[in-house]
């Protein structure tokens, strides 16, 4: 589901079905790498000494598929579906929006039933259940069943492809009599069930599909405009004029949330689907020892929200005490999530571009420093760095993007996306370790140590030396 709601993982298959279908072809024929053209540890802008007859001639690449009707006709179809998968997104986005998968949480029923209970015309839904009903191997979100005889009668609790499309010969139904179930995978997209997706798969369908809309424009200018993307967004000039930390980038990300409650909501039930999958907030908590053998007795966190994270550390650390630092509207809800390490916890709010709580031994940024671009990246980290002491430790909680060269076929990334998402949301990116280090020495900081784990890297700071 989450790989269908961004377009990494059938990129990443069209990469896969071009290799073959090099190799296929004879690769070594026509490889820059076997032409002597290209060392295989630099790019294609960096030649190894290129004769004028060979910067005269045409790509190799281009000149193979300009001369073979046979490799256009196999590479035509795997390019024109990647470009083509926000179809598929699209279709898991409306069946969700429309209640379909909690319409069939009870059990099966017709396309004409299930029209009539989320209210939706009853041909048109059935197309859309017929896209949702799995491609060849693929099991899709549901998928259609038949009374006995014609359904097997060992087939599983729940229904697979194999067993309900061996009909042994039962004639074709109409469309509105077709009958639906769900399979594990729509399951995950009830509302209210426990572990659900569906917060992501509308935020997806929603804002973050339209931001994604303006992804040529923020190439060409290499920032966003967030709100411009948005049906009934701010305006360009509205986004420019104001002056809240969000619009320092001038994406409108975050004044477009703050106007519109609907669209915030949204994104917070993303995020924490996202903790919840991807960011555990118990399994971060123990990514970095906060009470530095002892020596550490204040933790901050900067940009903590409502405080979850840590009340976290200070769970898994009684010694420690801790400051939550946020804006005033935000540590407004921190009360009850505070409340069993209220006696250990102070509350401060501000902005982090202009102070945060000097003199503690510890500061945490958790998934903040990738929403902001260098510039305002450089300007937050100088203003942590600045209420540091000699001794104390910043921990930059963030992904660590792969310094990858090159393509790397056994090697799936979905970070390369991911920092283009940041890219046409926020204007922030994700970040390689170098690019950390470059990052951090600007603000007068340098890099202690790293430890990674799934999603999520602690990268230890100190005052540089």
């Known amino acids: 589901v989450h790989s269908a709601s961004l377009p990494s993982y059938h990129l990443m298959t069209r990469h896969a079905l071009l290799l073959v279908l090099t190799f296929a072809a004879g690769g070594a024929a026509f490889s820059p790498l076997s032409a002597g053209i290209i060392h295989p540890h630099q790019s294609r802008r960096s030649c190894i000494r290129p004769s004028l007859s060979l910067l005269r001639a045409k790509d190799p690449a281009a000149n193979l598929v300009d001369k073979s009707p046979l490799m256009r006709q196999a590479l035509a179809f795997p390019v024109a579906f990647a470009s083509s998968t926000n179809w598929l997104a699209q279709c898991i986005y409306a069946a969700t929006k429309l209640g379909v998968f909690d319409a069939l949480e009870n059990g099966p029923l017709t396309v004409d039933v299930l029209a009539a209970h989320v209210e939706a015309d009853s041909e048109a839904l059935g197309r859309l259940m017929r896209a949702l009903g799995g491609q060849g191997p693929i099991i899709g979100l549901v998928v259609e069943v ?238 942590v760095a600045a209420a540091m002491q000699p001794n104390s430790r910043l921990v930059i909680l963030d992904s660590v993007r792969s310094a990858r060269e090159g393509h790397e076929p056994w090697k799936l990334d979905s970070d390369d996306y991911l920092d283009l998402n940041m890219l046409v949301t926020v204007g922030g990116k994700e970040r390689t370790l170098l690019e950390w280090e470059r990052l951090v020495a600007c603000a007068g900081l340098e890099i202690v140590s790293v430890s990674s784990r799934t999603g999520i890297s602690a990268i230890e700071t100190c005052k540089s030396s």
């Open 146 to 383: 038949f009374d006995p005889p014609f359904a097997l009668p060992f087939a599983p609790p729940f229904p697979i492809p194999i067993f309900p499309l061996l009909r042994f010969g039962k004639p074709a139904r109409l469309e509105g009599q077709r009958l639906y179930a769900l399979t594990p995978l729509g399951a995950m997209l009830r509302s209210g069930s426990p572990g659900s997706v569906r917060p992501w798969v509308m935020f997806s369908g929603e804002e973050l599909g339209q931001a994604w809309g303006g992804l040529l424009d923020a190439v060409v200018t290499g920032a966003p405009d967030f709100a411009a993307t948005q049906r009934g967004g701010l305006s360009g000039n509205e986004t420019k004029n104001k002056t809240e930390p969000g619009s320092r980038s001038g994406s409108g990300f975050f004044e477009y949330l703050a106007s519109h409650p609907e669209a915030q909501a949204r994104f917070d039930a993303t995020m924490e689907v996202t903790s919840n999958y991807l960011l555990d907030v118990e399994s971060t908590a123990d990514i970095y020892d906060w009470s530095r053998g002892g020596r550490a007795k204040t933790v901050v966190d900067v940009g903590g929200g409502t405080g979850t994270f840590l009340a976290a550390i200070l769970t898994k650390h009684p010694s420690l005490f801790g400051t939550l630092f946020d804006q005033e509207q935000v540590v407004a809800g921190s009360g009850a999530v505070l409340a069993k390490v209220a006696s250990r916890t102070e509350v401060v709010a501000g902005s982090f571009f202009e102070t945060v709580p000097e003199g503690k031994d510890v500061y945490t940024l958790k998934n903040i420093v990738h929403d902001w671009s260098d510039d305002d990246a450089t300007d937050l980290l100088s203003v």
